[in-house]
């Protein structure tokens, strides 16, 4: 298996992808964002999701619950938000200016509904600034958008104190779900009662948070994600400088105490450097060099990424991998560190090679762990940050590839629909946001040249969700807690 990764890795000099290549692959993603988007709206809108298979949209409390999943569902017109820059990056103004007119004023915030404070956080929060970013971007670069007059700030502000209450704890781990409406005091609104968090649900807050105080001027949203991510720095296993996966929120104990770079943990280590590129800050970048060394000398076995025991990091967690690691190789990028971002992908993308999709889980010699594949983003977002530092052809080639697959077995009348089983290719009756907010995003980027965009994409940080927030941030202040 190592010498056909490696084979792979030498072969990677290949002729060029021309320019009339690149712009019919860009457009057949744009194609199939129309295809995806204009579903969501005939069919679903304004409900949170569309359930492509029947043609209809998901609303809470009418679908048949699935679990946490579900969480990330408060009546709040969830894809359009999560949808908002890609729109723009799509060179969709008309449609982008039709959106927020409809967010603004259709949506509805206030709703008595537990959501997920992480998943609230980066898909709303992050698109509502995400939109709000390119909004004011527009209207200082174009005639467009003219009329807006921050609209979707204030809604963030809004969903932001919302948020807050979460944090209400004497660590400053924000609780994992809240109500919209009443907070964490509502006894029946399964908030308050509970005790453990994920390191990635607690620590991913800090971009969208210090977003909101840098564009409002309002501290105190940046102050409580800061003392969450002190809260984990501090609780980090001293020995392997390595983090668990679940925390007790109120005494800080480790409650699952293995440690990798996929579930639970990803984007914890994504925002410790990524909020030091946007708000300069030394010491988030000190954080994550340190939780990197870790991760390299424990965690990586060259080309895989498995999970230790955060007090034994020599003992392996388990033998199998999942999906959402995927986006590491992307954030070793944005680091520098190249050649093992190489290689990660590369196995990655062996597995896709077998089975069409990376499933969500898969073991070490690449079988089938959970068989699910809910067209997950992260391969595409590493595929594209590995295209631009290297500008490596192949890397359009495994775009190309990504384009066919979702073509050819998720895609239904209704937009593209979530792979079941990738064994037998089987479907699921669900397109998360995520696949408008990102998916289309990536691809369409990883095809583009300079002069296909609208805007300087190089002014801008990608969130976890690819909200786009302006680097320009860094410059601004909180004024007032």
Same mark, same amino acid.
């Given at each position: 298996?190592?010498?056909?990764?490696?084979?792979?890795?030498?072969?990677?000099?290949?002729?060029?992808?021309?320019?009339?290549?690149?712009?019919?692959?860009?457009?057949?993603?744009?194609?199939?964002?129309?295809?995806?988007?204009?579903?969501?709206m005939q069919h679903a809108y304004p409900a949170d999701e569309l359930m492509p298979l029947t043609c209809r949209g998901r609303i809470r409390g009418q679908e048949p619950s699935r679990g946490d999943v579900d969480d990330a569902l408060g009546k709040f017109s969830l894809t359009l938000i999560d949808t908002l820059d890609t729109l723009v990056v799509l060179n969709k103004t008309n449609e982008f200016e039709d959106a927020v007119r409809k967010v603004i004023t259709d949506v509805n915030l206030d709703n008595d509904i537990v959501v997920s404070v992480f998943e609230t956080n980066i898909r709303v929060l992050g698109g509502l600034l995400g939109g709000h970013s390119l909004a004011i971007m527009l209207k200082e670069n174009s005639d467009r958008m003219q009329w807006y007059n921050d609209e979707l700030l204030h809604m963030a502000k809004e969903l932001g104190y919302k948020l807050l209450p979460a944090f209400n704890t004497t660590s400053g781990l924000p609780y994992p779900r809240i109500n919209l409406k009443f907070g964490i005091r509502s006894p029946e609104a399964r908030t308050g009662t509970e005790t453990d968090t994920?390191?990635?649900?607690?620590?991913?807050?800090?971009?969208?948070?210090?977003?909101?105080?840098?564009?409002?001027?309002?501290?105190?949203?940046?102050? *409580?994600?800061?003392?969450?991510?002190?809260?984990?720095?501090?609780?980090?296993?001293?020995?392997?400088?390595?983090? %668990?996966? #679940?925390?007790?929120? *109120?005494? %800080?104990?480790?409650?699952?105490?293995?440690s990798g770079v996929g579930a639970g943990i990803d984007s914890y280590y994504e925002y410790l450097l990524k909020a030091y590129v946007l708000l300069g800050d030394d010491s988030y970048l000190e954080r994550f060099n340190t939780h990197y060394d870790a991760i390299m000398r424990y965690i990586s076995q060259p080309l895989l990424l498995l999970d230790v025991h955060i007090h034994k990091p020599m003992l392996t967690a388990r033998t199998w991998m999942d999906s959402l690691l995927a986006f590491f190789p992307g954030l070793q990028v944005l680091k520098g560190d190249i050649r093992p971002a190489i290689e990660t992908h590369e196995m990655l993308y062996q597995v896709i090679k077998k089975h069409n999709f990376l499933p969500e889980a898969f073991t070490t010699d690449f079988r089938v762990h959970w068989a699910q594949h809910p067209l997950r983003p992260e391969f595409a977002e590493s595929t594209y940050f590995l295209y631009?530092?290297?500008?490596?052809?192949?890397?359009?080639?495994?775009?190309? #590839?990504?384009?066919?697959? @979702?073509?050819?077995?998720?895609?239904?009348?209704? %937009? $593209?629909?979530?792979?079941?089983?990738?064994?037998?290719?089987?479907?699921?009756?669900?397109?998360?946001?995520?696949?408008?907010?990102?998916? $289309?995003?990536?691809?369409?980027? @990883?095809f583009s040249e300079r002069e296909d965009l609208i805007f300087d994409i190089e002014s801008y940080?990608?969130?976890?969700?690819?909200?786009?927030?302006?680097l320009s941030l860094s410059t601004a202040s909180q004024t007032s807690t």
């Open positions: 298996m190592w010498l056909v990764l490696a084979f792979c890795l030498l072969g990677q000099g290949r002729a060029a992808v021309t320019k009339e290549e690149k712009a019919q692959l860009r457009s057949q993603v744009l194609e199939m964002f129309d295809h995806a988007y204009g579903s969501y994920c390191t990635a649900c607690a620590g991913t807050m800090i971009l969208e948070f210090a977003a909101l105080s840098r564009f409002t001027g309002i501290a105190v949203f940046e102050e *409580h994600a800061r003392k969450a991510l002190d809260f984990l720095w501090e609780k980090r296993q001293r020995s392997s400088n390595l983090v %668990g996966v #679940t925390i007790n929120i *109120h005494t %800080g104990d480790w409650v699952r105490k293995d631009k530092a290297t500008g490596d052809p192949y890397y359009l080639e495994v775009g190309r #590839t990504l384009i066919d697959n @979702l073509n050819k077995y998720a895609r239904v009348p209704c %937009g $593209f629909a979530a792979v079941k089983d990738v064994r037998t290719g089987s479907h699921e009756d669900r397109m998360d946001s995520f696949f408008l907010a990102e998916m $289309f995003k990536y691809l369409y980027l @990883l940080i990608f969130t976890t969700e690819a909200h786009l927030l302006p």
